[in-house]
């Protein structure tokens, strides 16, 4: 099947600083890619729409100076978090476009729980 | 994209059939019905997804009544490993976004 992988799983932060997470596309090459977030006891929200070799989207709400997205190439796209806040704890979860077996779905990473102190 | 409509939770007896429903009276001719599930902490992982077919792979069956306004999600025989939050979504198939609604939180026991 397609595998998406995230790294790392779980990051510890002090506030103010900056952290950086890593979305692969393990065995299927993925032009665009997805980052969502999803607190506690809550759904998954989608935050921005990452395409390969350009800028990415956001929906409406999501700061793009703080949650800076980066996909430069067919098999990675990267979410940092800048100056980050204890509200900005939460689980992000990304997800890859795959054209394989015909179909257009999304596979989705094991997600990276982020905690700011 | 059209909402669906779930019920937000529902039991299930280990071994029996698992039968979740969604309602997606507006969804248009060409979107899809995508069903994904969420473990506990972990990412949501694909299930099935069909346009007016009825579709069964290796995890589970969708039946999509014939109007198109609501599918069945069956998960043959349901085991502990199961549990989870199940979402359906309706979605077009060509660079359409995946918008999670609350989803159906189910419990198989045993």
């Known amino acids: 099947g397609a595998v998406v992988s995230q790294h790392p799983s779980w990051v510890i932060c002090k506030s103010g600083t900056s952290v950086k997470i890593e979305c692969r596309s393990l065995d299927f090459q993925a032009t665009t890619m997805f980052w969502y977030r999803q607190f506690p006891k809550q759904s998954l929200m989608l935050m921005a729409t990452?395409?390969?070799?350009?800028?990415?989207?956001?929906e409406q709400g999501v700061e793009k100076d703080k949650f800076l997205i980066n996909h430069a190439s067919l098999t990675l796209s990267t979410l940092t978090v800048t100056s980050a806040h204890p509200e900005d704890s939460s689980f992000y979860i990304c997800?890859?476009?795959?054209?394989?077996?015909?179909?257009?779905?999304?596979?989705f990473g094991p997600g990276t729980r982020l905690t700011v102190l | 994209d059209a909402k669906t409509t779930q019920p937000p939770s529902m039991d299930c007896a280990e071994g029996r059939a698992a039968n979740l429903p969604c309602n997606h009276s507006?969804?248009?001719?060409?979107?899809?019905v995508y069903w994904y599930r969420q473990i506990h902490s972990q990412g949501p992982q694909y299930i099935i997804h069909g346009l007016k077919n009825n579709e069964t792979n290796e995890m589970a069956s969708l039946i999509i009544t014939e109007d198109r306004k609501s599918s069945t999600l069956i998960l043959p025989h349901a085991t502990l490993r199961d549990t989870a939050v199940y979402y359906c979504i309706v979605r077009y198939n060509q660079g359409g976004k995946l918008i999670f609604g609350q989803g159906t939180e189910l419990s198989v026991k045993p």
């Open positions: 990452s395409n390969e070799g350009s800028k990415a989207t956001y």
């Open positions: 997800s890859a476009l795959s054209g394989r077996f015909g179909t257009d779905t999304q596979y």
């Open positions: 507006t969804i248009s001719g060409n979107e899809y």
